[in-house]
């Protein structure tokens, strides 16, 4: 069977099974308290992104699109090329694609390899408003998000982005908790008093109390407080109460100290969540904005993300600023470098 016959099957299979859209009738497993059962381990793995990339001119694909969108995505054109033709005889990778790759060759991602199917619709972007699919900054805000980008360095590690630093990374954490290039799984565990999301990128564990009122505004945690509650077989979540800290790093959006990000959480299969999220932050944005992204089970387990075990970066960049310090030479000036 050819590639391409094979992509038109999975695209139709993604399209018209039923996991892949909600079902009216379908009454999800309860916990003993009633309510219903989320828990197990659950993936967002796509090659559907937050924003909708200009290549696209809508923010859903027909099901004729879709075989050929995915045959050109850049991810899966990057896993066909550098993990076939740039693989030498030997099986080692050769590290060509290192600098396109972010420091990582093909062989070690696993983004998906599919769009995500949210309602029976291949999406091409998580944001479902605006239409747009973009994020609607203000022009205060964009200029809020560069001069927060201008202050990461390399001079200490404080001035280090959070995935240097073994905190979180992109977007996964959240709120709101968008796929990335890799460890794409979440395991969620309940209890009639609070609701835990683990997240399988650096092993982050987002503790939901339910039915409680938000922390005093003196207490900010670096991902916000967040509270819980139901409405119906919905799971509600709002954060608010951002540190000052997370307004100056996007993962995957700003938020300022102001911002409410309000989460939902519904079953709509054996093995599907609907999650829906809002962002508001008139700090960065013009508008609130707000999108839809399919997680479902896949079987796997999330295994410990041991960030720090063989992590020479971080002693590789305060080395590095070390010596230009001996050599009388200005820091933090490498990132236009």
């Known amino acids: ?43 967002n793995a796509s090659i559907t992104t937050l924003e909708r990339a200009d290549r696209y001119k809508s923010s859903v694909l027909t099901p004729e699109e879709v075989e050929q969108a995915t045959l050109n995505h ?35 991602i696993d983004p998906g390899t599919r769009f995500g199917v949210v309602h029976g619709q291949a999406r091409t972007a998580w944001i ?77 564990a987002r503790i939901v109390p339910i039915g409680k009122p938000h922390q005093p505004s003196a207490i900010a945690p670096l991902f916000g407080d967040p509270v819980g509650w139901w409405e119906g077989d919905t799971l509600v979540i709002e954060t ?23 989460e939902r959480f519904t079953r709509i299969a054996a093995d599907q969540l609907l999650y829906a999220f809002m962002v508001d932050d008139p700090v960065f944005y013009s508008q609130p904005w707000s999108g839809e992204i399919a997680f479902w089970s896949d079987g796997e387990a999330a295994y410990e993300y041991a960030c720090h075990e063989g992590n020479y970066a971080m002693e590789g960049i305060l080395r590095g600023a070390r010596h230009r310090e001996a050599l009388g030479l200005p820091l933090d000036q490498a990132n236009d470098e």
Not at 1 to 27: K, N, V
Not at 180 to 201: F, K, R, S, W
């Open 240 to 262: 608010t109460g951002f540190s000052p800290y997370h307004s100056w790093q996007d993962h995957p959006a700003y938020l300022s100290s102001t911002a409410k990000v309000t």
């Open 1 to 43: 069977m050819s590639i391409r016959t094979t992509l038109a099957a999975f695209a139709l299979a993604c399209l018209l099974a039923p996991s892949s859209r909600a079902q009216g009738d379908y009454q999800p497993p309860r916990t003993p308290d009633g309510k219903p059962d989320l828990q197990g381990t659950w993936t």
């Open 74 to 108: 850049p991810q899966l054109v990057r896993m066909r090329t550098e993990d076939i033709a740039n693989t030498p005889a030997s099986g080692l990778l050769t590290g060509r694609d290192l600098l396109m790759g972010r420091g990582y060759n093909a062989f070690w």
């Open 128 to 204: 479902t408003d605006p239409p747009s699919g973009k994020i609607p900054y203000s022009e205060a805000g964009r200029k809020l998000a560069h001069e927060g980008d201008a202050r990461l360095g390399y001079s200490d590690p404080e001035a280090r982005p959070l995935p240097d630093r073994c905190l979180a990374t992109g977007g996964r954490t959240g709120p709101p908790m968008v796929n990335g290039l890799y460890n794409n799984h979440y395991q969620i565990v309940q209890t009639p008093g609070h609701v835990l999301i683990h997240t399988e990128m650096i092993s982050h």
